[in-house]
């Protein structure tokens, strides 16, 4: 590894925090993802129309999607240079979403926004420190 | 030093791909307010230090904001040429934004702190990257 160099500083618990959020919030798309393929009635949903595509697609979409964020915090802790690119591009784009929330309410908006940074860098900057602190 | 072995020092230039590519997307998001929902801002035209109309404003902002996303994936691949492109198109960022600070001072002072994160970034750790 070519990483093994590296100094382990305070900042790898911030990669910590970032694959714990994924993890979190990973459960919780599988979970609306399962309900609307296995329980489409619980979404008060007129048709099963919702936008774009059809409830079961979405659950579909949702189940996918979070099963690959639930491995991208996983694989985060391990340290796994895939897993941080993955994670940095979910946070970038999470950023940006929230910056065009800022006119809504913005207080929790820059609050998720800086909170984003900070995962940012640790991810860039430490996050090959979670290789070596294993 | 081996050309493509990674090492501590390189993740900075991949924060501030990562920074460029943030900046970029607001940017863009601001320029396609302009052009398309250009009552969001509601400050009159005159408002504005250099008083384009909404509409040249969002293109300004759609185009720098386009090529500072192109700029950002081009700096994760680690060449001179992009850091010298992503510090020219951050510094014209940064100005447009500065210009656009009475519009609407949250987005712009946003955009401004990222901005400055890219410069940072690459001007005091941008040359580690290519020894």
Request: charged share 5%.
């Given at each position: 590894m070519a990483r093994n160099n590296q100094e382990v500083t305070g900042w790898v618990g911030w990669v910590y925090f970032a694959g714990f959020v994924l993890l979190l919030s990973g459960i919780l798309q599988i979970i609306s993802g399962l309900s609307a393929l296995?329980?489409?009635?619980?979404?008060?949903v007129v048709n099963g129309n919702?936008?774009?595509?059809?409830i079961t697609t979405w659950g579909w979409i949702h189940l996918v999607l979070g099963i690959i964020v639930v491995c991208t915090g996983t694989a985060l802790f391990s340290g796994a240079t895939w897993a941080r690119v993955v994670a940095v591009l979910l946070a970038v784009i999470n950023l940006v979403t929230y910056f065009a929330f800022i006119s809504a309410y913005p207080i929790w908006s820059i609050t998720v926004m800086v909170l984003d940074l900070v995962v940012i860098y640790a991810l860039t900057v430490h996050g090959g420190e979670a290789a070596v602190d294993n | 030093m081996a050309k493509n072995r990674p090492t501590a020092w390189v993740g900075w230039i991949y924060f501030a791909s990562a920074m460029l590519l943030v900046a970029g997307g607001i940017q863009v998001i601001a320029g396609l307010t302009g052009i398309?929902?250009?009552?969001?801002?509601?400050?009159?035209?005159?408002?504005?230090?250099?008083?384009?109309?909404y509409t040249t404003w969002g293109w300004i902002h759609l185009i720098i904001g386009i090529i500072g996303v192109a700029a950002g994936f081009a700096l994760a691949v680690g060449r001179l040429w992009a850091q010298v492109l992503a510090l020219v198109v951050t510094i014209i960022a940064a100005i447009t934004n500065l210009a656009f600070i009475g519009v609407y001072p949250l987005w712009s002072i946003a955009a401004l702190v990222v901005n400055g994160l890219v410069i940072y970034a690459i001007t005091l750790h941008g040359d580690e990257v290519r020894e």
């Amino acid at each position: 590894m070519a990483r093994n160099n590296q100094e382990v500083t305070g900042w790898v618990g911030w990669v910590y925090f970032a694959g714990f959020v994924l993890l979190l919030s990973g459960i919780l798309q599988i979970i609306s993802g399962l309900s609307a393929l296995l329980s489409s009635d619980f979404y008060a949903v007129v048709n099963g129309n919702v936008f774009l595509f059809n409830i079961t697609t979405w659950g579909w979409i949702h189940l996918v999607l979070g099963i690959i964020v639930v491995c991208t915090g996983t694989a985060l802790f391990s340290g796994a240079t895939w897993a941080r690119v993955v994670a940095v591009l979910l946070a970038v784009i999470n950023l940006v979403t929230y910056f065009a929330f800022i006119s809504a309410y913005p207080i929790w908006s820059i609050t998720v926004m800086v909170l984003d940074l900070v995962v940012i860098y640790a991810l860039t900057v430490h996050g090959g420190e979670a290789a070596v602190d294993n | 030093m081996a050309k493509n072995r990674p090492t501590a020092w390189v993740g900075w230039i991949y924060f501030a791909s990562a920074m460029l590519l943030v900046a970029g997307g607001i940017q863009v998001i601001a320029g396609l307010t302009g052009i398309f929902n250009a009552d969001f801002y509601t400050v009159s035209q005159t408002g504005n230090i250099v008083a384009f109309n909404y509409t040249t404003w969002g293109w300004i902002h759609l185009i720098i904001g386009i090529i500072g996303v192109a700029a950002g994936f081009a700096l994760a691949v680690g060449r001179l040429w992009a850091q010298v492109l992503a510090l020219v198109v951050t510094i014209i960022a940064a100005i447009t934004n500065l210009a656009f600070i009475g519009v609407y001072p949250l987005w712009s002072i946003a955009a401004l702190v990222v901005n400055g994160l890219v410069i940072y970034a690459i001007t005091l750790h941008g040359d580690e990257v290519r020894e």
